[in-house]
T-cell receptor
């Protein structure tokens, strides 16, 4: 059974810092790994999707990597801004199940 | 291009009442998922459909919960009778088998008094 863990649960950084959010999964037979952003009271917004054949994806100041052998994905945010403050969730889509299993998220606060 | 549309956005009801949540997936998406989010348990998958057929409902907490997808553009999640512990945000999401990328609606916040 796939389990997804995100560490840390919360993070507070000053504006301008580069930061890394971690996501670990127990079953390496994943098809996709997707990163989302959730603002308070809102739905989840897709940030990056990494397919199993890929090692990383980039969008603007965001870069996500995937290492299936170690069961880890990281989301790198460059030059953080107060507008980046939100909860970031990762989700692993396990092959054969068609189910995305979510981590509990990292709540990020970027201080101006 | 419309995303996943859910209604109602907010629902307040009394214990014992029937609650129906609605979802319109993105056109052309062949997978539809219902999730529940709470502070205690995070995001939990309740049920998902492929081409309107329920595939896995192992996450549905009790027989009080039921879901249907009568056609490719509409799904409902029904709770009857509702209980205070059902209070949560219920999300609908859709995807295609091609990319597998998941897209969420804005959610329906349910409060059962």
């Amino acid at each position: 059974k796939q389990e997804v863990t995100q560490i840390p649960a919360a993070l507070s950084v000053p504006e301008g810092e580069n930061l890394v959010l971690n996501c670990s999964f127990t079953d390496s037979a994943i098809y996709n790994l997707q990163w989302f952003r959730q603002d308070p009271g809102k739905g989840l917004t897709s940030l990056l999707l990494i397919q199993s054949s890929q090692r990383e994806q980039t969008s603007g100041r965001l870069n996500a990597s995937l290492d299936k052998s170690s069961g880890r994905s990281t989301l790198y945010i460059a030059a953080s801004q107060p507008g980046d403050s939100a909860t970031y969730l990762c989700a692993a889509y396990t092959s054969g199940t068609y189910k995305y299993i979510f981590g509990t998220g990292t709540r990020l606060k970027v201080l101006a | 291009d419309a995303g996943v549309i859910q209604s109602p956005r907010h629902e307040v009801t009394e214990m014992g009442q029937e609650v129906t949540l609605r979802c319109k997936p993105i056109s052309g998406h062949d997978y539809l998922f219902w999730y529940r989010q709470t502070m205690m348990r995070g995001l939990e998958l309740l049920i998902y459909f492929n081409n309107n057929v329920p595939i896995d409902d192992s996450g549905m907490p009790e027989d009080r919960f039921s879901a249907k997808m009568p056609n490719a553009s509409f799904s409902t999640l029904k709770i009857q009778p509702s209980e205070p512990r059902d209070s949560a945000v219920y999300f609908c999401a859709s995807s295609t088998e091609g990319t597998g990328e998941l897209f969420f609606g804005e959610g329906s916040r349910l409060t059962v008094l």
